[in-house]
């Protein structure tokens, strides 16, 4: 690959544009949104193999697309398809691998995908990813430590870090105290990503007093956030917390505001779509999570299945943005428990349940048929065993007639740098 270099002037362009865009009113940025959905529609029609045949096998071409609800007539993708058609069908026919960056997702839902993208969208994604940290009480400027693999994208941008004062440190580095000392020495303003791996540092900062941090902004990004370690990491930093969703393919998706009353999406990159048995989901009602790219025409990505679940809301925040909002991401796909009778169910009550029980560190679910659940917990102290009967008998209540085991471990590893809250076993049927 040849190495392309990141044109400043052009990202100081999309950085003041997508910086006012945000303020605009809703109705503006629907209106925008629209049109660049369009327009990487008829892109990917006329220069994708892979979205030309799935629109041609339902007689289906751009101009019969006229309003939102017309989406759900055009076939998704997955990344299973995208992985077996990269490049030679699904890379645009008039761009160039080697005019691309080349990135791969981290592989901890499965194979890692790999995929190009333009130039130019990779500018707008830095920009955006920049913009949702800018929501918070970050400002451009002053330091940041990311907890994330540090090259994400496969090319030196050590520029942009210097320029942006941003420090990495490895989300897979087992030496949590080796971690704080880079912390301690760099001294940050926030601190930006993996949710387990922050909670493994607040977890240390707790019981080690000798920390000085001053950190006024913790961003957690890629893993489910739980209020419980929403609350460890804010005693533990005394900073303010703000959850942001997104993935390699697409950057930032939403992320929170200073008034933490929603996801604000990033609509000018990215459509959103909520769905629950083949329709959209009406507003507050929890389904899977569709995204369209709006900018990366080297490889689009059209209503793509995400394996996320979600939900819209439907009012405006305090803040005066105009991006609309969703709400926190509800867990993986793959993540849905099997009730006793076969049907999934979003598994949000079963963190509620574990998360109500007090003296639990850390959890897994494991669930390998519908009639049986492992439940594996790390305890902050001994749990009662009136406790334990409780948590059975609410997972009975929520799932049926399920056979239900508690086993107390000294810890869950985590995988790829991730931790996993449910893993289930059961092949779903799509
Ligand atoms: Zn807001």
């Given at each position: 690959m040849k190495k392309v270099m990141v044109k400043f002037p052009k990202l100081g362009q999309y950085y003041f544009e997508f910086r006012k865009s945000q303020w605009n009113c809703p109705r503006e940025l629907e209106k925008k949104q629209w049109k660049r959905f369009k327009a990487i529609l008829n892109h990917a029609y006329n220069h994708c193999e892979i979205y030309h045949r799935k629109m041609r096998s339902m007689n289906l071409r751009p101009e019969d697309i006229t309003s939102k609800r017309d989406l759900l007539k055009i076939p998704t993708v997955n990344k299973e398809e995208l992985r077996k058609n990269y490049p030679s069908r699904s890379l645009a026919n008039n761009f160039r691998l080697r005019d691309c960056f080349l990135a791969r997702t981290s592989g901890s839902t499965g194979d890692p995908l790999h995929f190009a993208i333009d130039v130019d969208a990779l500018l707008q994604k830095m920009v955006v990813n920049l913009r949702t940290c800018e929501m918070t009480n970050y400002h451009i400027g002053e330091k940041l430590i990311q907890v994330s693999p540090p090259t994400e994208l496969g090319f030196n941008q050590s520029l942009f870090d210097k320029l942006l004062k941003r420090k990495y440190i490895s989300p897979f580095e087992k030496d949590i105290k080796k971690s704080l000392n880079i912390m301690n020495k760099f001294k940050p303003a926030a601190v930006v990503g993996y949710t387990s791996f922050i909670k493994l540092l607040a977890e240390t900062l707790l019981k080690d007093k000798k920390y000085n941090l001053p950190i006024k902004s913790i961003m957690t990004t890629s893993e489910l956030l739980l209020i419980k370690t929403k609350e460890k990491i804010k005693e533990a930093f005394n900073a303010d917390i703000f959850d942001q969703?997104?993935?390699?393919?697409?950057?930032?998706?939403?992320?929170?505001?200073?008034?933490?009353?929603?996801?604000?999406?990033?609509?000018?990159?990215?459509?959103?779509?909520?769905?629950?048995?083949?329709?959209?989901?009406?507003?507050?009602?929890?389904?899977?999570?569709?995204?369209?790219?709006?900018?990366?025409?080297?490889?689009?990505?059209?209503?793509?299945?995400?394996?996320?679940?979600?939900?819209?809301?439907?009012?405006?925040?305090?803040?005066?943005?105009?991006?609309?909002?969703?709400?926190?991401?509800?867990?993986?796909?793959?993540?849905?428990?099997?009730?006793?009778?076969?049907?999934?169910?979003?598994?949000?009550?079963?963190?509620?349940?574990?998360?109500?029980?007090?003296?639990?560190?850390?959890?897994?679910?494991?669930?390998?048929?519908n009639k049986n659940l492992s439940i594996k917990l790390v305890e902050d102290k001994p749990l009662s065993e009136q406790s334990k009967r409780t948590i059975i008998r609410q997972f009975k209540d929520y799932l049926g007639d399920v056979k239900v085991e508690i086993v107390i471990v000294k810890e869950i590893p985590r995988e790829k740098g991730k931790h996993k809250h449910i893993k289930s076993l059961i092949q779903k049927k799509n």
């Amino acid at each position: 690959m040849k190495k392309v270099m990141v044109k400043f002037p052009k990202l100081g362009q999309y950085y003041f544009e997508f910086r006012k865009s945000q303020w605009n009113c809703p109705r503006e940025l629907e209106k925008k949104q629209w049109k660049r959905f369009k327009a990487i529609l008829n892109h990917a029609y006329n220069h994708c193999e892979i979205y030309h045949r799935k629109m041609r096998s339902m007689n289906l071409r751009p101009e019969d697309i006229t309003s939102k609800r017309d989406l759900l007539k055009i076939p998704t993708v997955n990344k299973e398809e995208l992985r077996k058609n990269y490049p030679s069908r699904s890379l645009a026919n008039n761009f160039r691998l080697r005019d691309c960056f080349l990135a791969r997702t981290s592989g901890s839902t499965g194979d890692p995908l790999h995929f190009a993208i333009d130039v130019d969208a990779l500018l707008q994604k830095m920009v955006v990813n920049l913009r949702t940290c800018e929501m918070t009480n970050y400002h451009i400027g002053e330091k940041l430590i990311q907890v994330s693999p540090p090259t994400e994208l496969g090319f030196n941008q050590s520029l942009f870090d210097k320029l942006l004062k941003r420090k990495y440190i490895s989300p897979f580095e087992k030496d949590i105290k080796k971690s704080l000392n880079i912390m301690n020495k760099f001294k940050p303003a926030a601190v930006v990503g993996y949710t387990s791996f922050i909670k493994l540092l607040a977890e240390t900062l707790l019981k080690d007093k000798k920390y000085n941090l001053p950190i006024k902004s913790i961003m957690t990004t890629s893993e489910l956030l739980l209020i419980k370690t929403k609350e460890k990491i804010k005693e533990a930093f005394n900073a303010d917390i703000f959850d942001q969703y997104g993935s390699v393919e697409f950057g930032r998706i939403s992320g929170e505001c200073l008034e933490h009353q929603g996801y604000h999406i990033n609509s000018e990159i990215a459509l959103v779509e909520f769905i629950k048995d083949g329709e959209h989901c009406s507003l507050d009602e929890s389904g899977e999570i569709l995204v369209t790219s709006l900018i990366n025409r080297a490889e689009p990505f059209i209503r793509y299945e995400i394996g996320d679940l979600g939900k819209p809301l439907d009012y405006q925040c305090n803040c005066g943005r105009g991006l609309p909002l969703m709400g926190g991401l509800l867990g993986r796909l793959n993540d849905l428990l099997c009730s006793a009778d076969g049907s999934f169910v979003i598994p949000e009550r079963a963190y509620y349940i574990v998360r109500e029980c007090d003296g639990i560190k850390e959890f897994q679910i494991v669930q390998k048929t519908n009639k049986n659940l492992s439940i594996k917990l790390v305890e902050d102290k001994p749990l009662s065993e009136q406790s334990k009967r409780t948590i059975i008998r609410q997972f009975k209540d929520y799932l049926g007639d399920v056979k239900v085991e508690i086993v107390i471990v000294k810890e869950i590893p985590r995988e790829k740098g991730k931790h996993k809250h449910i893993k289930s076993l059961i092949q779903k049927k799509n």
